[in-house]
Each structure stands twice: as C-alpha cells, then as structure tokens.
T-cell receptor, first 114, second 117 residues
Framework: LAKTTQPISMDSYEGQEVNITCSHN???????ITWYQQFPSQGPRFIIQ???TKVTNEVASLFIPADRKSSTLSLPRVSLSDTAVYYC???????????????FGTGTRLTIIP | DGGITQSPKYLFRKEGQNVTLSCEQN?????MYWYRQDPGQGLRLIYY???????QKGDIAEGYSVSREKKESFPLTVTSAQKNPTAFYLC????????????????FGEGSRLTVL
C-alpha cells in the first residue's frame, strides 16, 4: 500500500491560492489519489479524486504529474472556513475482489490568517 | 436521509470496562471501516469489513473487536485490553464500483468520543 507524506502544517492569508503537496513514491498502477478535508470533531469529507493529469471541481483542483509519485491539491482564494486538516489518501477504488485497506497519513493542518 | 450514524456521541468509561460503539449506515454500502484519532493526530485504521460476516484487522486492532452480522451495522467494542482507549472514533463506509457516481470515497459518521476515567 502506497505510503503518503505531506507537510505537517501550512499557513496562508485569506484570498490567496493554497497548494498542498502529497508525496506517494510507491503508488501502484491501479491506485487513485483522493483528498479529504477534516474540521475539528468531525469526520473527514471528500474533496476531490484523480488518477492522472488534472482534475477540477467546484471547490478544488488536483494536479498529478506523469510519474504520479506526487499530487498537489490546489484551493483557490481560500477563506477562514478553509482552516482544516487535509489528508491525501492513495488506494484502489474498492473492488469486489479482495480487501482494500484504506490508510490515512498524518495530514496537513492548514490555517488561514485573516 | 441517507448517511452514517454513530452513537453515542460521547461516552465515559471506567478502566476495566468494555464498551461498544455503534455504527449504522443506510447507504447500502458494502464496506465499512473504523478509525481512531488522537488529539492532533491523523486517522489510524482499527478494523475494516468488505462484506457481511467478514472483517480484517487494520493497523491498531489490538484491544478492539468488531462484528458484521448485517450489511448496515458494524459495531466496535473497545475491550479492557486496550491500554489507552481515550480517543475520537470514526466509522466510515464506501460503495463498490459501479454504484452511482462512485469514486470509492469514504463517507464518515460524526464520530464517538470515548473518555476513560
């Protein structure tokens, strides 16, 4: 199972774009990259998922280089409500065959400064 | 509304007692997971189950037990053998490929906070 490495913490000012990078050197061919956001005393919630190149949705973009050994979550024009912990998770989309052990890393604690 | 329900939200336990945390989902998901989170730390996997009547140990299964007798339920028992059980416990579920707009994303409950007195 691919292990992930992220910066422990980051600070940013309101209105700026924030990029959080996750390293996953041992990613397997069938692995997808998924990012989650967690607020204090709540369960994480899905932000975005990708396999390669670039994925964009209404809240974020995900950039994945050709070698797929890292990925970057990009949050445009952050606000105070984006203060949270962000987790990068690497794993197969669940299959009907075999078990999928989904393991989170330590995450990145993002603090938005007014 | 569909979702995952964890109960109780807060639980206090005396040392030496077993406690059971409930996790129920009405999302028709096959796979369910239990995670533990300590203050300022990430999520650590305790147990997971891909199908009824089957479950696997995660990274920190010692001192915990689970059952999966029904698809919608995955209770976690914190036994007296767990040396430091005070933590925030999260239950999650996910669907199999082909179900809706499935990305394999995990859906989490609101968590149960266990404190040992």
């Amino acid at each position: 199972l691919a292990k992930t490495t992220q910066p422990i913490s980051m600070d940013s000012y309101e209105g700026q774009e924030v990029n959080i990078t996750c390293s996953h050197n041992n990613i397997a061919t069938n692995d997808y990259i998924t990012w989650y956001q967690q607020f204090p005393s709540q369960g994480p919630r899905f932000i975005i998922q990708g396999y390669k190149t670039k994925v964009t949705n209404e809240v974020a973009s995900l950039f994945i280089p050709a070698d797929r050994k890292s990925s970057t979550l990009s949050l445009p024009r952050v606000s105070l409500s984006d203060t949270a912990v962000y987790y990068c998770l690497v794993g197969r989309r669940r299959s009907n065959f075999g078990n999928e052990k989904l393991t989170f890393g330590t995450g990145t604690r993002l603090t938005i400064i007014p | 509304d569909g979702g995952i329900t964890q109960s109780p939200k807060y639980l206090f336990r005396k040392e030496g007692q077993n406690v059971t945390l409930s996790c129920e989902q009405n999302l028709n998901h096959d796979a369910m997971y239990w995670y533990r989170q300590d203050p300022g730390q990430g999520l650590r996997l305790i147990y997971y189950s891909q199908i009824v009547n089957d479950f696997q140990k995660g990274d920190i299964a010692e001192g915990y037990s689970v059952s999966r007798e029904k698809k919608e339920s995955f209770p976690l028992t914190v036994t007296s053998a767990q040396k430091n059980p005070t933590a925030f416990y999260l239950c999650a579920s996910t669907s199999a490929p082909g179900q809706g707009t499935n990305t394999g994303e995990l859906f989490f409950g609101e968590g149960s906070r266990l404190t040992v007195l």
